[in-house]
Each structure stands twice: as structure tokens, then as C-alpha cells.
């Protein structure tokens, strides 16, 4: 537990933003945080400077610096070249972990499940959020799904070396690997390597649709659950809602240098310089940050002081419920009487202990070892509407190489050629496979140029190829829907 102080960079962000940091500021300062504070400046009033990353170099070295961010929300402009700050951020200083903590405060704060007490751990790098996107057709626009197997082995390390430090008996590892075979697949397959290592802790693996019907009807169900970025974006919000409140959760954004800690709430405008915020979010999401430096000390006494406050009814308007809490007040008084209560635990809801250690949890990611990979094919993609899916198949069976042969055609994934049926819809966007013409053969790039020159002087718009390559003899790609 380290006892000199440490410099953090915070932001007090847009909306709400200020309001919130100032109330946990003064917690954490009255609880007897040791930090030396870097203040930068992001967000809304950066954009409108005309920097449409939203933060500003000199923002940047302070991060790089401090290695900790204390970010309140900001606001992301609608539209434009805009890209999301937070994602910009994660990604940019390697932030791979988002943990939020999704618990359950009754019977003070009103939920259908007292029992629920659940972290998620999502993927925070890659999947769709990569941002990877093009519009290819008129018709048809593409957002590309990327994960890699040091990514996933990054991150589902992370949230076995969590539950181990913090006492969890569990990990679920949510996917939709039935219908993507290959991303998920790969998820999934690397989350059961991975478990084997920790014979100390259960695991299992869940659909992602059943797991999040599972998790909003019987969140007590589960303990840890680690899983790709979008789907971990969208059932953390899930989770601390029907714990109780989005407005209550935080979160932490853990890298191998810098971590970035905030609520999971916006910035909500329309409720900004009003004294009306709940700043809890923000609140917990610092806590975490005081346990990530050395100084669980702090982070257990000022959250005690938080649960209790809770436990004693003093409650923003987001949570206030007659018969229920005690007292109704502002951004401020919440903060005030946080403070008051520093010193004291929780008598009805469950004290929190921190462990006194200033180890941060550290990762290591296995060497790659290089597969054999050949090409056994080519799919190339055209813009076409001038037909039927059989005309298209004639237009371009003769097109073919000596050293390859055309063995389907599919529309939005469902093979439409040969052997397609009429009612299947079909856009201006196709997918032509075509494989070695030997079975078992492998394809030349000689062979792959000399198709699309073919197209190309056929008068074919081809706006996209991939190459179709075997593993160590294992496919690298999906067969087509019906194929």
C-alpha cells in the first residue's frame, strides 16, 4: 500500500460532468486520498475548437504521464468525422479491460433482485467497436467484427486473475459462437483453454442470448462474466440497471500502462448545473481507481461512508422513493453527507474490504506460433443489379482461371447460386467463391489477378476480395448459408 501520493490526470468533462467530479473530489480528498491532481481539459469544448478527436496533444503526455484518468462524461457530437473519445482513448493507450461492477443495495434502492452481485468484464479493444466500416453498394454498408487471440487471451486472463484476487468463484464466458463460428468460436475456444489454469475457480459458458435472458431474470446466477466488447457494452448498462440504477455504476478501464476510470452514465445535459446529479457513478468508478494505485485503504473507508449513506436514506432525486429514503438532496449534499459519514460501515448492506496490495494485476499473452497457411480460394465481392442470381452465375462461370472454378454465389450471406430459390431477397451486393479448381489445391496469386482482370475487362464492379486460406490444414473461413 503505497503512502506518497500519486499523480492522476482528471477531466471534468461536459453536462453533468463538473458538478459530479467536484462532489467526488472532495470525498476522496476528505477520505485522505493521496494524489497530486493534473487537470486537462476534453470533450464538447475541444471539438468546438475544431479538433474532432476531442482531446488535445498536451492532454495526451499528462495521460502518458500519470499512467491513472479520472474522466467525468463528456459529450460526443452527433454526425460528422466525431469519433467517441472514450473509445478513442481505450484504444489508443491499450485500455483492454472494462470492468464494471453491477451489485444490488436493497432494500434501500429499489430492485427486483436484492441478491444480485455481479462484475462484467468486457472485451475493450476490438469486436465491431474497432470502427471498421464502408458503405460498398448502394445498397449495402459493412462494419467489420476484428478479435484476435491476444486480445481475447488478454482479456479472459484478466477476468480469472480478478475473480482470483477478489475472492469470485466464477466465470461465464458469454459468445454467439453457434451462428460466428469463427470470431466467437475463437472466444469461446480460447476462454476454455484459459480455464483450465484456474482449477480453483468454476466456469461455464453461455449463447448470449440465453445467458442475457438468464442474467435480467436470475442475475444471482452469476459472478464474473467475461465477453466481447459489444456485448459487454450492452449488458453492463443491462445489469446495473436492473440492479438499481445505471446512474449508480462505475467503471474501470484497465491497460498494461494507463487506466481510465468513470461512471458508465453520460453526461446528461439537460440535467447540468442544477445540483441535481447523482454523482455516485463517478464516485465508485474512483474508488476503483484508489484500489488500482495502492490505496485500498481509502478506497474501503470512503466507500463505507457511500453504503452508509445509502443505508441512512440520503438519496438524489434518481433514487429517492417515499417510505424508502429519508432525505431528498442535491449533488453537493449527497457529497456532504458522504463526508460526514467517513469512519463509519454499514450496518443492513455488506461492508466492502479492499486488499492492501499496490501490485496491479499483470497479464502475460503466449507467442504466437505461425501456422502453415495456404490459399485454397478467393471470394471477391461485387456491386451488381443488372439480374437474377442465375444470370449472374452465367455471366461469370466462364470467367474463371485454369486454376480456379466458381462454386458459389451468395447474397447478405445465403447461397443464391447454384441451386438458389426465388424467394430468397437478394441487394446489389454479392459474394462470388471460387476455389481451386483441383481439390485440395491451393490458389496463386497469379491465378487471384488474373480473375479480377477477367472481371475487371467483363465490366464488373468487384468493390472487395479476401482470400480463403486453410490453418495448419483447417479452414479459415465459413461456408455460405445453405452452401
Not at 450492452?234 to 487506466?259: C, K, P, R, T
Not at 490505496?295 to 432525486?317: C, F, M, P, R, S
Not at 450471406?413 to 481439390?439: L, N
Request: charged share 25%; net charge negative; glycine share 10%.
Amino acid at each position: 500500500m503505497t503512502s506518497a501520493n500519486v499523480p492522476i490526470t482528471v477531466a471534468r468533462g461536459d453536462g453533468i460532468g463538473p458538478e459530479i467530479m467536484d462532489a467526488t473530489l472532495r470525498i476522496l480528498e476528505a477520505g485522505g486520498a493521496r494524489l497530486d491532481i493534473e487537470e486537462i481539459e476534453i470533450g464538447e469544448k475541444v471539438y468546438e475548437r475544431g479538433i474532432s478527436a476531442g482531446i488535445e496533444p498536451s492532454s495526451w503526455e499528462s495521460l502518458r504521464r500519470t499512467k491513472v484518468f479520472l474522466k467525468a462524461p463528456i459529450t460526443t457530437p452527433q454526425g460528422g468525422g466525431f469519433k467517441s473519445l472514450n473509445v478513442t482513448v481505450r484504444k489508443t493507450l491499450g485500455m483492454y479491460a472494462n470492468v464494471r461492477p453491477c451489485l444490488s443495495y436493497s432494500p434501500y434502492i429499489a430492485t427486483k433482485h436484492p441478491d444480485m452481485d455481479v462484475v462484467i468484464v468486457r472485451e475493450n479493444e476490438e469486436d465491431l467497436y474497432a470502427g471498421i466500416e464502408h458503405q460498398q453498394t448502394d445498397e449495402v454498408v459493412q462494419c467489420l467484427k476484428i478479435l484476435s487471440i491476444p486480445g481475447t487471451e488478454k482479456i479472459v486472463r484478466y477476468a480469472f486473475e480478478y475473480a482470483r484476487r477478489y475472492g469470485r468463484k466464477k466465470v461465464t464466458c458469454f459468445t454467439k459462437d453457434n451462428i460466428m463460428k469463427l470470431t466467437d468460436g475463437m472466444f469461446h475456444k480460447v476462454f476454455e483453454e484459459i480455464a483450465t489454469e484456474y482449477p480453483d475457480i468454476e466456469n461455464e459458458h453461455w449463447i448470449i442470448d440465453i445467458g442475457a435472458a438468464k442474467l435480467a431474470d436470475t442475475p444471482e446466477a452469476f459472478d464474473v462474466i467475461v465477453m466481447p466488447n459489444l456485448y459487454g457494452d450492452i449488458l453492463s448498462d443491462v445489469a446495473a440497471q436492473i440492479a438499481g440504477s445505471v446512474g449508480l455504476a462505475g467503471s474501470a478501464n484497465i491497460g498494461q500502462e494507463v487506466s481510465m476510470f468513470e461512471a458508465i452514465h453520460g453526461s446528461a445535459p439537460r440535467r447540468a448545473g442544477q445540483n441535481l446529479a447523482n454523482p455516485s457513478g463517478l464516485f465508485l468508478g474512483a474508488v476503483q481507481m484508489l484500489v488500482h494505485i495502492g490505496q485500498g485503504d481509502v478506497a474501503e473507508k470512503v466507500h463505507n461512508a457511500w453504503l452508509t449513506t445509502i443505508e441512512d436514506g440520503i438519496h438524489t432525486y434518481d433514487i429517492f422513493e417515499e417510505g424508502v429514503s429519508t432525505k431528498k438532496v442535491g449533488t453537493s449534499e449527497f457529497a456532504d453527507a458522504v463526508i460526514e459519514r467517513i469512519g463509519r460501515r454499514p450496518e443492513v448492506l455488506k461492508a466492502v474490504t479492499y486488499p492492501a496490495t499496490d501490485e496491479p494485476i499483470t497479464i502475460r499473452v503466449s507467442e504466437t506460433v505461425p501456422a502453415v497457411k495456404e490459399q485454397v480460394g478467393i471470394d471477391v465481392f461485387l456491386h451488381w443489379n443488372a439480374g437474377t442470381p442465375d444470370e449472374l452465375g452465367a455471366a461469370i462461370e466462364g470467367l474463371a482461371t485454369d486454376g480456379l472454378k466458381l462454386v458459389m454465389i451468395s447474397n447478405r450471406g445465403q447461397k443464391v447460386y447454384p441451386g438458389g430459390v426465388p424467394e430468397t431477397f437478394c441487394t446489389d451486393h454479392w459474394r462470388c467463391r471460387f476455389m481451386s479448381a483441383t481439390d485440395g489445391g491451393t490458389v496463386s496469386t497469379a491465378d487471384a489477378i488474373s480473375l479480377l482482370g477477367r472481371m475487371h475487362d467483363a465490366g464488373f464492379d468487384f468493390i472487395k476480395t479476401e482470400g480463403l486460406y486453410t490453418f495448419d490444414g483447417k479452414p479459415g473461413y465459413t461456408l455460405g448459408q445453405g452452401q
